[in-house]
């Protein structure tokens, strides 16, 4: 039961990151990371199987890690290295996966990962998202609009805490449905938000849809997120005439780095809740204004721990303070992922999330997709299988694209061994007409949409 004992560990009720105020002795930053890198090593080693053996392998014990550098030498993971083991491998001995929240990702990157929390783990990490929102100016009464395409919710988690602050009428958020929501604009409208936030694609959308409700509405800011700011998407949010600040963050960790709030372009990496790298080809941190893979360690992540995993993102790495004053480590750039608009033979859009919440539901034996468009009146879903599938089911899926296609193109099922990454590190889940050179490397890219 080495897992219970790290659940309430009141050394972590002290990590809360109640302040606003950025720490500005970058040493002491550093020392408590090295401390909990150390709590968190241990843990894995004596009650995570996935951890105990590969630490095992490369022959490491927690006590050789004394320094950053030390830790640096741990063997790094991937996605399909968690995908690869059984659930329980993965998890904390004595801890019942049926019992945790399930944070898996919804399917933005195209491949799948399970990710599982305590109730307690994903309020901690709520918490630094809401810090970030604060220092861009979001208040204890104020009501927040969260714009998303889909949202992974669990119906265990109860949502006390939450449900109470908004009876108090503190943290009120509401969730709006910018896909399926007819009345979007004026739902938003109606609710008077103080702030906005959600995903960056659906929040453009929404812009467009408020035009004729934008003069009623004085939020303080927008606050993008979950996929690639690209000036073009920044253009069209930019309309509405309010700052918009971006948070990089991952289903896995929740919050990793938000952009400085006095505007200077760094994004802050949230140090006291990840130890972030990045790193080269061979495994090195890249000099500062270069651009590495995106290497993170989650210091309070002990049901599911991840340790030097690799998200798949490419990151242009900042200097170890911000300019603004901020001991963090920084960010210049996010190579994060994008989504396409497909255009559509009728000249509408389609958002490809209305065809990936249709075929939700037979996410279980795929193990990685790609939603490609060969012509403006035809989809094609090439799909890596987790398990040999049968006809049947490739069938059931086939079925349920063209159901959430609606007949305004042709959808038909590719099975394949494999897909491409592209020059942003992971590969590209949509491909829109005339789309398909890889883009998506730095926040300056083009966009067409
Ligand atoms: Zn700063």
Redesign the pocket.
């Known amino acids: 039961m080495t897992s219970l004992r790290h659940r309430f560990d009141p050394v972590r009720w002290q990590a809360l990151p109640w302040s606003t105020t ?1 720490p500005t002795d970058r040493q002491s930053v550093l020392a408590s990371q090295v401390r909990h890198l150390q709590r968190l090593l241990v843990h894995a080693q004596e009650a995570v199987p996935l951890f105990r053996q590969r630490l095992a392998a490369a022959g490491v014990s927690p006590g050789d890690v004394q320094s950053l550098a030390d830790f640096h030498r741990l063997p790094t993971f991937t996605r399909r290295d968690y995908q690869d083991v059984e659930p329980a491998h993965r998890i904390a001995d004595g801890l019942d996966p049926t019992t945790l929240l399930d944070r898996s990702t919804s399917g933005s990157t195209g491949e799948r990962m399970t990710v599982h929390r305590t109730w307690f783990e994903e309020r901690l990490l709520n918490l630094f998202r809401w810090r970030a929102w604060r220092t861009y100016g979001l208040r204890l009464t104020d009501r927040m609009a969260v714009l998303y395409f889909h949202r992974n919710v669990d119906s265990r988690d109860s949502q006390r805490i939450q449900r109470a602050a908004q009876a108090l009428g503190l943290y009120r958020n509401r969730v709006f449905d910018a896909l399926g929501d007819p009345r979007l604009a004026q739902a938003v409208a109606d609710f008077q938000p103080h702030a906005i936030s959600g995903m960056t694609s659906a929040i453009a959308h929404w812009v467009e849809a408020a035009a004729d409700t934008r003069s009623t509405l004085r939020p303080r800011f927008i606050a993008t997120g979950g996929e690639l700011l690209t000036e073009p998407l920044r253009a069209r949010i930019a309309a509405f005439g309010v700052p918009i600040h971006d948070l990089y963050g991952c289903n896995e960790l929740n919050l990793v780095a938000w952009e ?3 505007g ?1 372009g ?1 994004y ?1 990496v949230c140090d006291d809740a990840h130890h972030v790298e990045v790193l080269d080809a061979e495994g090195r941190e890249v000099p500062v204004g270069d651009w590495g893979e995106v290497v993170v360690t989650s210091l309070f992540s002990f049901a599911m721990p991840f340790i030097r995993y690799r998200l798949g993102d490419l990151a242009r790495r900042g200097p170890d303070r ?5 001991a ?1 480590s ?1 960010l210049l750039a996010i190579g994060g992922r994008t989504i396409d608009r497909f255009p559509m033979a009728d000249g509408r859009w389609l958002h490809p999330w209305e065809v990936i919440n249709g075929v939700r539901p037979h996410f279980s034996w795929i193990r990685q997709y790609q939603l490609v468009q060969p012509s403006r009146d035809r989809l094609v879903f090439r799909v890596v299988p987790r398990t040999t599938p049968t006809p049947a089911m490739v069938q059931g899926l086939t079925q349920s694209g063209q159901k959430a296609l609606g007949g305004r193109a042709t959808f038909e099922v590719e099975l394949t061994e494999s897909i491409q990454a592209t020059a942003s590190g992971k590969p590209r889940p949509f491909v829109a007409l005339n789309r398909e050179r890889a883009v998506g490397t730095t926040n300056g890219t083009e966009d067409t949409n």
Do not use: L
């Open positions: 950025a400085c709030p006095s200077n760094h802050h911000c300019p603004c004053g901020a963090y920084t």
